[in-house]
């Protein structure tokens, strides 16, 4: 099954507020990964004690909180667990959070990483306005940079590049008032993030 998108919702927590411990020989489960269970191991090289689990011919470690810990660290800086024990009504909620009624129907491409944190989610049809800001803009410059091209090479009269400058300096304007809108709508939404938080420090 294709990986899903990431959460920080601890489903472990729906019924018991005692936070959940792991061992090895576990079935779990890890949205973040797939809907379907994992068996905990110990490290099959020998060499960590945190647990593991394979994924597509990766291993993935853990400590026995269930939180994520990196290849190289042996602390990690997660907010919330990765892992919930493969019980029916944990396997009830994470089924209820990837398929609620308002996504039903939507398709989820996951493009996060393995140790990602956080993920955002945003409509295709944000995502294509975003493109085609970023791809007029693009335009935008690349024909500013051939009219100074133009100019510097005395290709154009200089009536003419009067003219055409005062008709750049409008198109930049406008560009530079879209493109600045644009980063303030994607920074409300960042600031709900740890990216947020860090960057207002």
Known sequence: MPNSIRTTSNTQTTTN????????????????????PFVLTADPYGKRNNLTLEFEGSYFYYDDKGYFVK??????????PSLYHDTKANRQAIATLYSGSHTSQCKVIDTTEADDKEAVLISAF??????????GAATALDDIGQLLWLIYT????????????????????AWTELLLSKAKEIKETLAMTRYGREGSK
Do not use: W, Y
């Not at 290849?71 to 919330?80: I, L, P, Y």
């Open 154 to 173: 005395g290709k154009i009269e200089a009536s003419t590049a009067v003219s055409m400058a005062r008709i750049t300096h409008d198109s930049t304007n």
């Open 126 to 135: 944000d995502l294509s306005g975003i493109v085609c800001d970023i791809e």
């Open 71 to 80: 290849a190289s660290d042996t602390e990690t800086g997660d907010f919330q």
């Open 17 to 36: 507020t005692t936070p959940a411990t792991f061992k090895a020989g576990d079935s779990v489960l890890c949205p973040s990964l797939s809907l379907n």
